[in-house]
């Protein structure tokens, strides 16, 4: 079986800064697109930003020049380090993540969330 543990999120003021961690566990040999999502308050779950095996992203235009995705593949492990954060930021931050294992092939899991609230 394969988790994803969100850690990292919590209270923080309008222009401050969170770091958001996301630890893949089990039995895994490849992990390969990561990503995290949001869902504010009473909306849809939305893309946030993506990470390639190999390194390449994308962000959605309301993140970019704030927010970095990175990953650290020995560790199985996705970042998102989020800048100059808005109260719109205010959401429950979900990893994501496309894991394959041999003989199972590829399947796509989600972390169990973790709170983001932007706030004075």
């Known amino acids: 079986q394969v988790q994803l543990v969100e850690s990292g999120g919590g209270l923080v003021q309008p222009g401050g800064s969170l770091r958001l961690s996301c630890a893949a566990t089990?039995?895994?040999?490849?992990?390969?697109?990561m990503r995290w999502y949001r869902e504010p308050p009473g909306k849809e779950r939305d893309l946030v930003a993506t990470?390639?095996?190999?390194?390449?992203?994308d962000y959605a235009d309301s993140v970019k020049d704030r927010f970095t995705i990175s990953r650290d593949n020995a560790k199985n492990t996705v970042y998102l380090q989020m800048n100059s954060l808005k109260p719109e930021d205010t959401a429950v931050y979900y990893c994501?993540?496309?894991?394959?294992?041999?003989?199972?092939?590829?399947?796509?899991?989600w972390g169990q969330g973790t709170q983001v609230t932007v706030s004075s």
């Open positions: 994501n993540a496309d894991v394959y294992r041999p003989i199972y092939g590829t399947y796509n899991y």
């Open positions: 990470i390639t095996r190999d390194g390449s992203t």
């Open positions: 089990g039995i895994i040999f490849r992990i390969n697109t």
